[in-house]
């Protein structure tokens, strides 16, 4: 690379899918490049996955925050058309058990690019995230970035929790059968309500250390793209016998695309997943707290410490400050 060239390179390489335009979509990507200029002065490569109609508004939302910020962005477009295409085998293998009917919400390719994006990406990309485009920034990304100096020589990607109980849900049947599964428990133990007996305290001391795996989130993806492209398990977890033999074995039914992927992943082999701490992804929707799960619900959604991203999934508001 010339020096000159480099001056145009970027560590920060920042993925998002922004297809299908409408109003709501496009104030969340919004929200999304100014939250995250607000907050750093990185030199950032945005690789936005669009198509032809929403491409004129994320350029003229980059123009305008370019602008306000004063700053100097790199960025590359990918035809969402092309993307798909070369995924085409992944998503033909899952859609059929990670999305309900064939036109509902996630039953779309592109809720599954995550999962082959290490063939869509530049070899000569190694570290890269992908964010949803309604993720709020609320610290520099750089810390985000940060956090793969911490991932282990065996992890792949980087996730935070679900923090609700779909997987529990999901899971009914799995764990029926396998009753002191952990498999859909929220990651700290359930504290019963009501006074602290003794009784009480023995059960919480003796699961202490025996946190749930609530699922994964796939709202902020951590990828290591030349690990993954190595990565002989991640690739056999891919093909149809492993996918058959996955969903059987948790009698799974999803609809929520990757991250279905994902949580199974991660049950099957924890080894591949570096957990994010949940502040680097504060889902805000409540949905599950509504629809049967009111006394389990705030279990799986508390998260404590300083949030740095905000999720506002289902379309939820993101709190002001
Ligand atoms: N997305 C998109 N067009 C759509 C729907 C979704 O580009 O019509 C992208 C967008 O980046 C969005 C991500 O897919 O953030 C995941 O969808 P969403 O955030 O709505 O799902 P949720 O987090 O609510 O489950
Ligand atoms: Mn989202």
Redesign the pocket.
């Known amino acids: 690379l010339s020096t000159h060239l480099k001056a145009f390179s970027s560590n920060y390489n920042i993925f998002?899918?922004?297809?299908?335009e409408n109003y709501r979509?496009h104030m969340k990507f919004d929200l999304f490049a100014h939250s995250l200029l607000k907050h750093t002065n990185a030199q950032l490569h945005l690789h936005i996955i669009t198509d032809k109609k929403s491409e004129v508004s994320v350029l003229e939302i980059l123009q305008r925050k370019i602008r306000k910020f004063k700053r100097i962005l790199i960025y590359t477009m990918y035809d969402v058309k092309i993307c798909s295409e070369i995924i085409q085998d992944i998503t033909d293998k899952l859609l059929p058990y990670f999305s309900s009917s064939p036109n509902s919400y996630y039953s779309d390719s592109?809720f599954f690019l995550s999962l082959g994006l290490h063939r869509i990406a530049d070899k000569s990309l190694d570290r890269a995230i992908l964010f949803?485009?309604?993720i709020v920034f609320r610290s520099d990304i750089r810390l985000l970035f940060a956090e793969f100096d911490r991932f282990l020589p065996h992890q792949l990607f980087g996730l935070a929790p679900e923090l609700t109980p779909v997987y529990r849900h999901i899971l009914y049947r799995y764990r029926t059968r396998f009753p002191k599964s952990n498999f859909g428990n929220p990651y700290n133990p359930i504290q019963l309500g009501g006074k602290k007996n003794n009784e009480n305290k023995l059960v919480s001391s003796r699961n202490r250390d025996r946190h749930g795996y609530p699922g994964l989130n796939s709202?902020v993806v951590l990828m290591l793209l030349n690990r993954i492209r190595d990565s002989k398990t991640y690739i056999e977890m891919l093909t149809q016998f492993e996918v058959n033999r996955l969903v059987a074995k948790y009698s799974f039914k999803g609809h929520?695309g990757d991250q279905d992927f994902f949580t199974l992943l991660g049950y099957e082999y924890p080894n591949l997943i570096y957990r994010l701490d949940c502040v680097w992804n504060r889902q805000l929707?409540t949905w599950w707290k509504d629809h049967g799960y009111s006394n389990l619900f705030d279990a799986y959604f508390r998260c404590e410490g300083v949030i740095k991203m905000y999720?506002g999934?289902?379309n939820t508001r993101i709190p002001e400050r």
């Open positions: 998002v899918i922004y297809t299908k979509l592109l949803d485009c309604d709202g929520l929707c999720h999934n289902c």
